[in-house]
């Protein structure tokens, strides 16, 4: 199993910034990617950004020069950093994993149980 933790929601208003952490719990498992997705009430569950192993990072076009990705592979940890929120950013965040165990090729997929994000006008 691959435990993943986030923090660093909350309240903000409008303009201002977040900066979201997932701590990945991969203890036998190889990341091959790992990412955030968000979802709003009443809305299908949206990709926000993803960063390979290769360090190779996407982020969804309607999101890009706001949010960016990172990860600190000696912690285990991604961040998404989120800069001139939006209402319409509000949502639950949740952090999501894709997995190998060692030595074996079948991908195995991780959630996290989610963080929230609340924008004010």
């Known amino acids: 199993q691959v435990q993943l933790v986030e923090s660093g929601g909350g309240l903000v208003q409008s303009g201002g910034s977040l900066r979201l952490s997932c701590v990945a719990s991969?203890?036998?498992?190889?990341?091959?990617?790992i990412g955030w997705s968000r979802q709003a009430p009443g809305k299908q569950r949206e990709l926000v950004a993803t960063i390979s192993s290769a360090d190779t990072t996407n982020v969804a076009d309607n999101l890009k020069g706001r949010f960016f990705i990172s990860g600190d592979y000696a912690k285990n940890t991604v961040y998404l950093q989120m800069n001139s929120l939006k209402v319409e950013d509000t949502a639950t965040y949740y952090c999501?994993?894709?997995?190998?165990?060692?030595?074996?090729?079948?991908?195995?997929?991780?959630w996290g149980q989610g963080t929230q994000v609340t924008v004010s006008s």
């Open positions: 991969r203890a036998g498992f190889i990341i091959d990617v």
């Open positions: 999501n994993v894709v997995v190998r165990r060692y030595g074996r090729s079948q991908q195995l997929n991780f």
